[in-house]
T-cell receptor, first 116, second 110 residues
Framework: KAGVTQTPRYLIKTRGQQVTLSCSPI?????VSWYQQTPGQGLQFLFE???????NKGNFPGRFSGRQFSNSRSEMNVSTLELGDSALYLC???????????????FGPGTRLTVL | SQELEQSPQSLIVQEGKNLTINCTSS?????LYWYKQKYGEGLIFLMM?????EEKSHEKITAKLDEKKQQSSLHITASQPSHAGIYLC??????????FGQGTRLTINP
């Protein structure tokens, strides 16, 4: 099976702009989770989507949003970019049906966003 | 909220040596994941532990979960250059959410 793919791999934006990142999960996986990784804060959970619905959300401002399509592909949008949004954004896919527990998450290569 | 502390933060070992990385949680661990990351790239799934006392091995890497100590350890035997990278532990928060430690950077010297 093909792994998780993310596009684009690298992105440079300026403050105030908005950006959309894309994630295609492993075939058959219906859950997509997004994480932000920075040197200072480490890896932090943004949100998770399953069957086009956001099921779980981390502690990020409303500028960070996402959506999932019927084919399980997911997009993440960041509006009004700030310098502090520079990070590696990772998505992870899983089957998503484990109930209270988390299925094994398989990560994509990430999108490195630089905000100037 | 649950926090994970990894130790050491950085580790340099001679090729062929054994090493151990620890991950200690501030709360009870219901599921603990180990991932490896090459700098600036995605995470590679290594192992998942769910039960206290559970131990899993894959090639030369062994992970254990000590539920009472709220701790997990990752042990690499006879290290190789291919083991170099950043090792991250992640605690299951439920509903597809993981909380991660800060990572341990492993360097293998030939």
């Amino acid at each position: 099976k093909a792994g998780v793919t993310q596009t684009p791999r690298y992105l440079i934006k300026t403050r105030g702009q908005q950006v959309t990142l894309s994630c295609s999960p492993i075939s058959g996986h219906r859950s997509v989770s997004w994480y932000q990784q920075t040197p200072g804060q480490g890896l932090q959970f943004l949100f998770e989507y399953f069957s086009e619905t956001q099921r779980n959300k981390g502690n990020f401002p409303g500028r960070f949003s996402g959506r999932q399509f019927s084919n399980s592909r997911s997009e993440m949008n960041v509006s009004t970019l700030e310098l502090g949004d520079s990070a590696l954004y990772l998505c992870a896919s899983s089957i998503g049906l484990a109930g209270a527990f988390t299925d094994t998450q398989y990560f994509g290569p990430g999108t490195r966003l630089t905000v100037l | 909220s649950q926090e994970l502390e990894q130790s050491p933060q950085s580790l340099i070992v001679q090729e062929g040596k054994n090493l151990t990385i620890n991950c200690t949680s501030s709360k009870t661990l219901y599921g603990l994941y180990w991932y490896k990351q090459k700098y600036g790239e995605g995470l590679i799934f290594l192992m998942m532990l769910q039960k206290g006392g559970e131990e899993k091995s894959h090639e030369k890497i062994t992970a254990k979960l000590d539920e009472k100590k709220q701790q997990s350890s990752l042990h690499i035997t006879a290290s190789q250059p291919s083991h170099a990278g950043i090792y991250l532990c992640g605690a299951d928060q439920g509903a597809q959410k993981l909380v991660f430690g800060q990572g341990t950077r492993l360097t293998i010297n030939p």
